[in-house]
């Protein structure tokens, strides 16, 4: 029955991805899609970024970046058919894997076609006002149709959800360290995932397993290593520092200080009733009934105790964990539809509470996984292929970021004001002549994009230096070293003019400039707003 469902899947993604708004491969995004793909971009040019972001996702996307080259929109298609043909998949395969185990192949069945239908059914239960939003922004999410590194995130969690009720179900701890493996490699698409370790071992720890934590673990160590590497190779930054926060946040421990326990706990979980409670009041002015969300969570942990107390824990710690800590943001809201993506890694276990309803029919849902029972087979894992596989997988990000070099040369640089982080692309050149009252800009259309794009022209003085700060801007490129680090740059040039055609007039007073052409797309196609996507080498003149 999982052949057919897996057509049904992509059928309806294919329909969605057709009728839903968007400019050719670009769906809305909204996230951290320029960060990956960018950090990607530099990984296969044989160096470790800056490191904003997680290394897993980065790392997949190499390969794609090194061939289709720094602009985002040229690698777009190969990251969306990636999680239509594998990620969208293997989510339905985990679901059921996940779903049967705690309740029967019957419930696993069913739970593998409401996760592919959900997302679809849901949309009339918003008002009518969110409804833009809904189809538009957060399903293109939610969906896998983006590159940013929550989609992926949450499958890697299913996966190690998947280890881990076959853990409970046997005493292999081959299944144990499986669910470590993957959930290290969620920990690598995004720290923040580090939120759901929490579960497996309240899970283990109820059932007294403490040779399966032991290995869950160490099996967690090869993606906590590498991450440690990544962020103090990319950024300067010892994870075991006091000012290892401060740093990260943009801020100097000279100026605060070494931050106290109480302030380190609070950056990173920062608890908040108040923010808490808005979320819910989200959820009661945009969706059909609050009650509904809340109950049904509730509902699901009494019937999945019902089957197993292990399982009730672990499901409700992995939802609390992330709705608490995540909710608890001032980022995050309903309105904006930030929480769905941001929680989307969570979602799997609201989900699998959900499907488990049915447990609590009297009489029946006590009897459905005796009738149809799941067959638990060994894992498999002494064979040298799934040996070998392992190794590659999880050892050779480890190889690979101890092998390359910080990078030092600016080859990316962080858009401040739009929370992006572009490639320089130093074949991308544009070309001035002087004409009465200002000069003219020209440049070469920009090829191998797979949406309609338009440009933004930046200028900057060639050299100036902030007052405040005494920080200096070169080229339009404010730049610093870190010890031991890669370069980090930032934009800090002043849009003067925008549009689809390859040149522009600017009145430019006397001075010298410097003159950046960046390529930039939205999913509305709308050359008023957008995001830029690689930006292109300076061009500096002097106007006497």
Same mark, same amino acid.
């Given at each position: 029955?999982l052949?057919?469902?897996?057509?049904a899947?992509w059928l309806?993604?294919?329909?969605?991805?057709? /009728?839903?708004?968007?400019?050719g491969?670009?769906?809305?995004q909204?996230?951290?899609?320029? #960060?990956?793909?960018?950090?990607?971009?530099?990984l296969?040019?044989?160096?470790?970024p =800056?490191?904003?972001?997680?290394?897993?996702w980065?790392?997949?996307?190499?390969?794609?970046?090194?061939?289709?080259g720094?602009n985002?929109?040229a690698?777009?298609?190969a !990251?969306?058919? +990636?999680?239509?043909?594998?990620?969208a998949?293997?989510?339905?395969?985990?679901?059921?894997?996940?779903?049967?185990?705690?309740?029967?192949?019957?419930?696993g069945?069913?739970?593998?076609?409401?996760?592919?239908?959900?997302?679809?059914?849901? $949309?009339?239960l918003f008002?009518?006002?969110?409804h833009?939003?809904y189809?538009?922004?957060? /399903?293109?999410?939610?969906?896998?149709?983006?590159?940013?590194g929550?989609?992926?995130?949450?499958?890697?969690?299913? *996966?190690?959800?998947?280890?881990?009720?076959?853990?409970?179900?046997?005493?292999?701890a081959a299944d144990?360290?499986?669910c470590?493996? +993957?959930?290290?490699?969620?920990?690598?698409?995004?720290?923040a995932?580090?939120?759901?370790?929490?579960?497996?071992?309240?899970a283990?720890?109820?059932r007294r397993? #403490?040779?399966?934590i032991?290995?869950f673990g160490v099996a %967690?160590l090869p993606?906590?290593l590498?991450?440690?590497l #990544?962020?103090?190779?990319?950024?300067?930054?010892?994870?075991?520092?006091?000012?290892?926060i401060?740093?990260?946040?943009?801020?100097s421990?000279d100026?605060?200080?070494p931050?106290?326990? %109480? =302030?380190?706990?609070?950056q990173?979980?920062?608890?908040?009733? $108040?923010q808490?409670?808005?979320?819910?009041l989200? +959820?009661? =002015?945009?969706?059909w009934?609050?009650?509904?969300?809340e109950?049904?969570a509730?509902a699901?942990?009494?019937?999945?105790?019902?089957?197993s *107390?292990?399982?009730?824990?672990?499901?409700a710690?992995? /939802?609390?964990a992330?709705?608490?800590?995540?909710?608890?943001?001032?980022s995050v809201?309903? $309105?904006?539809?930030s929480?769905w993506r941001?929680?989307?890694?969570?979602f799997?276990?609201?989900?699998?509470?959900?499907?488990? !309803?049915? /447990?609590?029919?009297?009489v029946l849902?006590?009897?459905?996984? =005796?009738?149809?029972?799941?067959v638990?087979?060994?894992?498999?894992?002494?064979?040298?292929?799934?040996?070998t596989?392992?190794?590659l997988?999880?050892?050779?990000p480890?190889l690979v970021v101890a092998?390359l070099?910080?990078a030092?040369?600016?080859?990316?640089?962080?858009?401040?004001l739009r929370?992006?982080y572009i490639?320089i692309?130093?074949?991308?050149?544009?070309t001035?002549?002087p004409?009465?009252?200002?000069?003219?800009?020209? #440049?070469?259309?920009?090829?191998g994009?797979?949406a309609?794009? +338009?440009?933004v022209?930046?200028?900057?003085? %060639?050299?100036?230096?902030f007052?405040?700060t005494?920080?200096?801007?070169s080229?339009g490129?404010?730049?610093?070293?870190?010890?031991?680090?890669?370069t980090?740059?930032?934009? $800090?040039?002043?849009e003067v003019g925008r549009?689809?055609?390859?040149?522009?007039?600017?009145?430019?007073p006397?001075?010298?400039w410097?003159?950046?052409v *960046?390529?930039?797309?939205?999913?509305?196609?709308?050359?008023?707003?957008g995001?830029?996507?690689?930006?292109?080498?300076?061009l500096?003149?002097?106007?006497?």
């Amino acid at each position: 029955m999982l052949l057919p469902l897996l057509v049904a899947q992509w059928l309806a993604l294919a329909v969605f991805a057709l /009728l839903v708004q968007r400019n050719g491969w670009l769906f809305y995004q909204g996230g951290d899609q320029t #960060w990956f793909y960018t950090s990607g971009w530099i990984l296969g040019n044989g160096a470790v970024p =800056e490191t904003l972001v997680g290394y897993a996702w980065a790392m997949l996307q190499a390969p794609v970046a090194a061939l289709a080259g720094p602009n985002f929109l040229a690698g777009l298609p190969a !990251i969306v058919l +990636f999680q239509f043909f594998v990620l969208a998949p293997l989510g339905v395969l985990l679901v059921y894997g996940i779903a049967a185990r705690i309740g029967g192949r019957a419930v696993g069945y069913g739970a593998a076609s409401l996760w592919i239908v959900l997302p679809y059914l849901a $949309e009339p239960l918003f008002v009518d006002r969110y409804h833009e939003r809904y189809v538009e922004q957060v /399903l293109p999410q939610v969906l896998g149709l983006t590159a940013l590194g929550d989609y992926p995130s949450m499958i890697a969690l299913l *996966a190690a959800a998947f280890f881990l009720v076959r853990a409970l179900d046997s005493h292999g701890a081959a299944d144990a360290v499986a669910c470590g493996l +993957f959930a290290g490699l969620a920990v690598g698409i995004k720290p923040a995932n580090g939120l759901f370790v929490f579960a497996p071992i309240a899970a283990l720890a109820i059932r007294r397993r #403490w040779r399966e934590i032991a290995g869950f673990g160490v099996a %967690l160590l090869p993606a906590l290593l590498t991450l440690a590497l #990544w962020k103090h190779k990319g950024s300067g930054i010892s994870l075991l520092a006091h000012d290892t926060i401060r740093i990260a946040a943009g801020a100097s421990a000279d100026d605060y200080g070494p931050p106290t326990f %109480l =302030e380190r706990v609070q950056q990173y979980v920062p608890l908040d009733r $108040e923010q808490l409670n808005q979320q819910f009041l989200g +959820f009661r =002015e945009y969706f059909w009934s609050a009650r509904l969300l809340e109950f049904g969570a509730l509902a699901g942990v009494i019937a999945a105790f019902r089957r197993s *107390a292990a399982h009730a824990i672990f499901l409700a710690v992995w /939802l609390g964990a992330f709705f608490v800590v995540k909710g608890s943001s001032p980022s995050v809201t309903v $309105e904006t539809g930030s929480f769905w993506r941001l929680l989307m890694p969570a979602f799997p276990a609201y989900f699998l509470l959900l499907t488990s !309803i049915p /447990l609590l029919i009297p009489v029946l849902g006590a009897e459905l996984r =005796e009738r149809f029972p799941i067959v638990h087979r060994p894992l498999a894992w002494r064979r040298p292929v799934v040996l070998t596989s392992v190794a590659l997988a999880f050892g050779l990000p480890l190889l690979v970021v101890a092998v390359l070099p910080p990078a030092k040369d600016p080859d990316a640089a962080k858009v401040p004001l739009r929370s992006l982080y572009i490639p320089i692309d130093n074949s991308f050149r544009a070309t001035v002549t002087p004409v009465e009252g200002g000069v003219q800009l020209e #440049w070469p259309a920009y090829v191998g994009s797979h949406a309609n794009t +338009f440009y933004v022209v930046y200028r900057s003085p %060639l050299e100036y230096t902030f007052p405040a700060t005494g920080r200096r801007v070169s080229e339009g490129l404010m730049c610093s070293d870190t010890a031991g680090g890669a370069t980090g740059c930032s934009l $800090e040039m002043t849009e003067v003019g925008r549009g689809r055609d390859p040149r522009l007039f600017d009145r430019v007073p006397r001075g010298r400039w410097t003159y950046r052409v *960046a390529v930039a797309a939205n999913w509305l196609d709308d050359a008023d707003q957008g995001d830029t996507f690689v930006v292109s080498a300076p061009l500096n003149i002097s106007v006497g």
